[in-house]
């Protein structure tokens, strides 16, 4: 069973950072895909970031372009997420989440990590 332990989340002024780490507590798996996700209260979970395995087609939603950067370390099977310029509205539980190849659908999830941006 795979299993995505993220960490990283809390409390932050608007304007402040935080970096939040979605590490594979399993080896065997291969990961084709990465992703983080948010969802805030009363709203659907939405897209925030994906990077390939590769390191390539990263990809960003348009509410964090220049203020978040995703990345990955193969060598520690770990994505991060660092997120620059946070405002109150980037509040939310935020999940990480693995692709396998082959595959159309992120497949595998974290247990999500709490975000609070405080104004």
């Known amino acids: 069973q795979v299993q995505l332990v993220e960490s990283g989340g809390g409390l932050v002024q608007a304007g402040g950072s935080l970096r939040l780490s979605c590490a594979q507590s399993?080896?065997?798996?291969?990961?084709?895909?990465w992703g983080w996700f948010r969802q805030a209260p009363g709203k659907e979970r939405e897209f925030v970031a994906s990077i390939k395995w590769s390191g390539g087609s990263i990809s960003y939603a348009d509410s964090v372009k220049g203020r978040f950067t995703i990345s990955r370390d193969n060598a520690k099977n770990t994505v991060y997420l660092q997120m620059n310029s946070l405002k109150p509205e980037d509040t939310a539980v935020y999940y990480c989440?693995?692709?396998?190849?082959?595959?159309?659908?992120?497949?595998?999830w974290g247990q999500g990590t709490q975000v609070t941006v405080s104004s």
């Open positions: 399993t080896r065997t798996l291969s990961i084709d895909k």
């Open positions: 989440a693995a692709k396998p190849p082959f595959t159309t659908a992120y497949i595998y």
